[in-house]
Nanobody, 127 residues
Framework: QVQLVESGGGLVQAGGSLSLSCSAS????????MGWFRQATGKERECVAA????????YYPDSVKGRFTISRDNAKSTVYLQMNSLKPEDTGVYYC????????????????????WGQGTQVTVSS
């Protein structure tokens, strides 16, 4: 059974940084494209970063580009999200997601593309 466990959320002041980790088990990690999503209260879940199976390709929406960095360590079955220059609008529950993919270089940005999800970790950015 695939299991994704996020860690590293918390409370931070605007302008600060947080680093999230997602540890995966029950899967061959290198076969999965991975993504980080966030969901603010009353809003839809949105992709804030995605990475392909090898780590050579990444995606960021304009709202976080230049501030967030996604990376992965296939040997450790872990995907990371480094968040810098945080803003109050970055507040939300952050979810790690995995999609088993036959495409080495592809990544996914829609929630419907992901079949495995973590339980989420809260990130709160105070102004």
């Amino acid at each position: 059974q695939v299991q994704l466990v996020e860690s590293g959320g918390g409370l931070v002041q605007a302008g600060g940084s947080l680093s999230l980790s997602c540890s995966a088990s029950g899967l061959i990690f290198s076969r999965y494209a991975m993504g980080w999503f966030r969901q603010a209260t009353g809003k839809e879940r949105e992709c804030v970063a995605a990475i392909n199976r090898s780590g050579s390709g990444t995606y960021y929406p304009d709202s976080v580009k230049g501030r967030f960095t996604i990376s992965r360590d296939n040997a450790k079955s872990t995907v990371y999200l480094q968040m810098n220059s945080l803003k109050p609008e970055d507040t939300g529950v952050y979810y790690c997601a995995g999609s088993e993919s036959g495409f080495l270089n592809g990544y996914f940005t829609r929630t419907a593309d992901y079949g495995s999800w973590g339980q989420g970790t809260q990130v709160t950015v105070s102004s």
